[in-house]
């Protein structure tokens, strides 16, 4: 059990960095690039427009809430939740895993990589898919080891 909680937290950790790191880029940071085109190119993929401050805020905020459901899912028992809400709780974690996987599985798929810089297909098959990949499973092993 001290290892499903052990993944609970990273998993919260890694999502509140990249939520952060999300945040970090809405008020105009740059890294990992040098320059707006540059960051577009490492971390979006494509195209010449940087997202949106409020895009950047709201991916950042449901990256944030995510990283709420192991802390709750660690404490469903101590948090006296209501009936429902533990009945809910399960296919939320179904949900946020399907996300996960989906996000991680796509970018391994030549059709939809094609459209894409080659730094970032780089940067997609060796850290963002795999990272999507892991936050699914630990989304699922919480689901399993409910």
Known sequence: MYFLYTLAIVTSI??????????????????????????IDRVFGKGTQFPS?????????????????PWIWMLRFSLELDHQTLILLPYLLYFVSGIFFLRGVLGYLPFITKHWKPIFVKNTKRIYNPLCIFLGITFLVMMIGW
């Open 14 to 39: 890694l999502l509140v960095a990249v939520s952060m790191l999300h945040i970090y880029w809405g008020l105009g940071g740059l890294w990992p690039g040098k320059t707006k085109q540059d960051l």
């Open 53 to 69: 401050t409020f895009s950047c805020f709201f991916v950042a905020t449901g990256l944030f809430l995510f990283s709420a459901l």
